[in-house]
């Protein structure tokens, strides 16, 4: 994709606009567009739509890796998922699901509560984290001796040629 302007990803936390932190967001007014998972696109819209920017769903689809590692933890081992929001948290379960992965014990949260996280984390074998709350998990104590692993998502094919198409009609636009 060659465009005749400069591209810049400016990555703002879901949770920087749920609290409004005004410096993280203020970077977004910058920006010409916005692009999104599709799990969180109907709140980044409510929280930005004073901005009057395009705002872009994408598909992800788990990276292999991710799958690789979780796959390797025994099936009949507790696992725990800390998430930063309810819709993460039932896409990691559908996708563990849809790729025949279970375990004998999923707990799941999305609470900040640093009590409820470290009961969680004793309550289990392993840990999956969505990657803004991995630095939180890895420092709790409880969580030293467990295995945690980052849930990482990429964008799936055709979210990748949606957003050239959409950056495409911005060069366009600004010519």
Do not use: C, W
């Not at 800390?82 to 790729?99: D, G, H, N, W, Y």
């Not at 004793?122 to 840990?127: E, K, L, R, S």
């Not at 709790?140 to 990748?160: H, M, N, Q, W």
């Amino acid at each position: 994709l060659d465009l005749k302007f400069p591209v810049v990803s400016i990555p703002i936390l879901l949770s920087d606009l749920r609290n409004r932190f005004s410096e993280k967001v203020g970077r977004v007014k910058s920006g010409d567009i916005i692009v999104t998972s599709f799990y969180h696109l109907d709140e980044v819209k409510e929280k930005l739509s004073s901005f009057n920017k395009k705002i872009i769903g994408i598909s992800l689809t788990p990276e292999m890796s991710t799958i690789i590692e979780v796959a390797r933890i025994p099936p009949s081992s507790a696992i725990g998922v800390i998430a930063t929001s309810q819709q993460f948290l039932k896409e990691i379960k559908r996708a563990l699901r849809e790729m025949g992965i279970q375990f004998g014990k999923f707990i799941g949260t999305t609470s900040q509560r640093q009590d409820d996280m470290a009961e969680l984390i004793t309550q289990v074998d392993a840990v999956i984290v969505s990657p803004s709350r991995r630095k939180e998990v890895m420092d709790r104590p409880e969580a030293k001796k467990k295995k945690v692993i980052e849930f990482l998502y990429t964008p799936d094919g055709a979210s990748i040629n949606n957003l050239k198409v959409a950056l495409l009609d911005m060069e366009g636009m600004k010519e």
